[in-house]
């Protein structure tokens, strides 16, 4: 009878989409962990890579054989092993599937980068990338509730996985990623809620990212954001900055000790807003915005509170400015 032995680590999602397979075939095997940062000398020897998962075969005979990279050791499980079939019979078919699984891992090294980057511009950028992946997924998934309809496969092993992934993003931030996708976003509750691979992603390799969450919650915490979200707080600081203007015009070259403190808090409170939306914004754009609102802002108020002329120069100016502005709004960065 052969022997199977799973080596694998806590956090891999090449592990998980293995034990996945090899649990739906219901086949029998052990798990062995290694800590990846502090690789044993006999998992460098049976490695060639020094990564897991490591599938060890040993037959009835005594002979041994080690398989290595996930979709290896799911093909070989598929071909080997009793039960339910997880590629379709049509060569076409088990081949098309096979391109899909492929196109599964681009995305799990797409998440590697969403989760640990700590630059918003390629934050968003990654997320736009990935959410447009998932859409070509959409255009081909059909009823389900799994890839291939009410037959679990091996595409689903390796999506299970990635799932999991937003299972944990979804407790630290709002990502919107399948609000357009209705059919992706059945095909992840389907995998989330099948009992059979539960047990086993709640265990050992299923602690798939205590390690690394920890800079992407701390990147979140720290103020990643939204574009939409960047410009409201750009905009909060240009108004700031008006009135940070006009404080300092009141506060009489700081010798009015109420208004000086107004000025100094304001200047404080459109820096720091204005770096928070510079995190998700171009700088150039940004900057001059935020100047631009200042200026006009500052003009205006100066008419009203101060009896400021507005002749039609200086209206012309503030024209030229809003329209700097839009032009700068729409224009590609």
Not at 157 to 178: G, K, S, W
Not at 200 to 212: D, H, M, Q, V, W
Not at 289 to 300: D, F, K, M, P, Q
């Amino acid at each position: 009878m052969t022997r199977l032995t799973l080596i694998s680590d806590h956090l891999c999602p090449y592990v998980q989409r293995a034990a996945i397979a090899l649990l739906e075939k219901g086949v029998p095997f052990e798990r062995v962990t290694v800590d990846l940062a502090h690789k044993p000398d006999w998992f460098l020897a049976l490695s060639p890579l020094g990564k897991v998962p490591l599938l060890r075969v040993q037959d009835g005979r005594g002979a041994e054989a080690v398989l290595f990279e996930s979709s290896v050791i799911c093909e070989y499980v598929e071909e080997t092993q009793d039960g339910v079939r997880l590629h379709p019979d049509d060569p076409l078919e088990r081949a098309r599937h096979r391109a899909w699984m492929e196109f599964g891992s681009t995305i799990l090294a797409d998440l590697w980068v969403l989760e640990t980057t700590p630059e918003p511009v390629t934050f968003a950028g990654k997320r736009d990338g990935i959410i447009a992946k998932f859409g070509r997924l959409e255009a081909v998934l059909g009823d389900g509730p799994y890839f291939a309809g009410d037959r679990f496969s091996l595409v689903d092993a390796v999506f299970a996985p990635i799932f999991r992934y937003f299972d944990v993003f979804d407790t630290l931030v709002a990502l919107h990623m399948f609000d357009t996708l209705p059919k992706v976003g059945r095909w992840r509750a389907a995998l989330s809620s099948r009992t059979r691979w539960i047990r086993i992603t709640a265990t050992g390799c299923g602690r798939f990212l205590p390690a690394t969450t920890h800079i992407f919650s701390r990147r979140i915490r720290r103020g990643d954001m939204s574009q939409g979200l960047a410009w409201i707080l750009l905009v909060v600081a240009g108004l700031l900055d008006v009135a940070w203007a006009i404080s300092m015009k009141y506060a009489q070259g700081y010798t009015r000790l109420g208004w000086s403190i107004l000025s100094l808090a304001l200047l404080g409170g459109f820096v720091f807003l204005l770096g928070r939306a510079l995190e998700a914004l171009p700088v150039g754009t940004a900057y001059a915005i935020w100047t631009g609102i200042g200026a006009v802002g500052t003009v205006l108020l100066g008419v009203v509170l101060f009896g400021e002329s507005l002749n039609p120069m200086r209206l012309g100016g503030i024209g030229l400015v809003v329209a700097g502005i839009a032009a700068l709004k729409l224009a590609p960065a």
